[in-house]
């Protein structure tokens, strides 16, 4: 399994992130956001392959491009189509999806599941393109603890923030893998062979294996041939207040966690700007950066107030206090301190 990621939308644009994790066999794509124009430079199959879009909230510059989206896959049954967002998610989508002339779809047949996330657990509802997406049909209502979706290689766990209206943190975690090492295999003087699967499925009663006419304990070669290697993580913050009690319980949801990828609305001087809006500001996302300690921070969501050369002026805020911060490679900006990004 891989994880790569590619954040959408200039500096002064609206943003969103969108993630592919590959594990050799297939692609899970999950993006974050739909802001306006953010589509547009992603290839139709990646849109068409997508997997979950996950809203951190329902403004406008966060949902925007919500209709290209629908528009290519509204009638997509080759996969379940996913939609997750704060409460209110249900209620607000539905009225995109019927917000179009409805008059062909009585033959098509297409699902959407939208999940409503709670601080404690989760509402979904299906809505039927043969409907004309008119109807809710709620599921039973489920608690959680973080992770909201489980999937086989990985996971994403979710947290409520506060931007004067609910807003959802997200972080996108692969599961730890183990893998034979072959230095140990050739040692061992083992042959690959069927039986290297069972190590890694380790099913329920099966003490023992035969290789090369001699039996062997299932736990000592898992001992001497496993290597377990834990996974990528990112997670996606925007929009919301960070002030002691924010960071705090951020800093307990983010441990261990590689990649944040962080609005920085304001640069520190408006401080009382960001504040009254519910925003972060450049040494606020730094700060949290330095407490967490991931390997590297990258700033988005900008305000379109400044120009190019206060947004150098705000990297260089965020660098001052953890240095392993950058702005997407996608935007191009020159970098004072002398490394690409």
Not at 95 to 116: K, P, Y
Not at 129 to 138: G, I, R
Not at 216 to 234: F, P
Not at 310 to 334: H, K, Q, V, Y
Request: a negative charge.
């Amino acid at each position: 399994m891989s994880l790569t990621f590619e954040v959408l939308g200039g500096p002064d644009q609206d943003n969103a992130l969108l993630v592919r994790l590959d594990s050799g066999q297939s692609i899970t794509r999950l993006l974050f956001d739909c802001g306006e124009g953010c589509l547009r430079r992603v290839p139709a199959g990646d849109l068409l392959g997508l997997d979950h879009l996950f809203f951190s909230h329902l403004h406008m510059d966060h949902v925007g491009g919500f209709d290209t989206f629908f528009r290519l896959l509204y009638q997509r049954n080759t996969k379940p189509n996913h939609l997750w967002g704060p409460p209110e998610t249900r209620r607000i989508l539905q009225h995109r999806l019927q917000g179009f002339m409805w008059n062909l779809h009585d033959s098509m047949q297409a699902t959407w599941h939208i999940c409503d996330i709670h601080p404690e657990r989760l509402e979904s509802a299906r809505f039927e393109l043969s409907e004309a997406f008119a109807v809710a049909h709620p599921a039973p209502s489920r608690g959680y603890e973080r992770v909201i979706l489980d999937e086989p290689a990985f996971t994403v766990e979710a947290l409520t923030m506060d931007h004067q209206t609910p807003v959802i943190a997200y972080l996108v975690r692969e599961k730890a893998r183990s893998n034979l090492d072959p230095e140990k295999l050739a040692a061992l003087g083992l042959a690959p062979g069927p039986w290297m699967q069972l190590l890694k499925s380790n099913p329920a009663g099966l003490a023992g294996v035969e290789i090369q006419g001699r039996s062997y304990q299932i736990a000592w070669l898992r001992e001497q041939l496993l290597v377990t290697t834990g996974g990528a993580s990112i997670a996606c913050l925007t929009d919301f207040l960070l002030d002691d009690n924010a960071a705090g319980r951020l800093e307990v949801f983010l441990q261990g966690c590689q990649t944040l990828v962080c609005e920085s609305q304001y640069r520190a001087a408006d401080l009382s700007l960001a504040q009254r809006h519910f925003h972060m500001i450049t040494t606020q996302a730094a700060q949290l950066a330095q407490r967490v300690q991931p390997q590297r921070l990258i700033l988005i969501h900008l305000s379109s107030r400044y120009q190019e050369a206060d947004w150098l002026e705000m990297l260089e805020e965020a660098r001052s206090i953890f240095p392993a911060t950058e702005f997407p490679a996608g935007w191009n900006l020159p970098n004072r301190s002398g490394n690409g990004v």
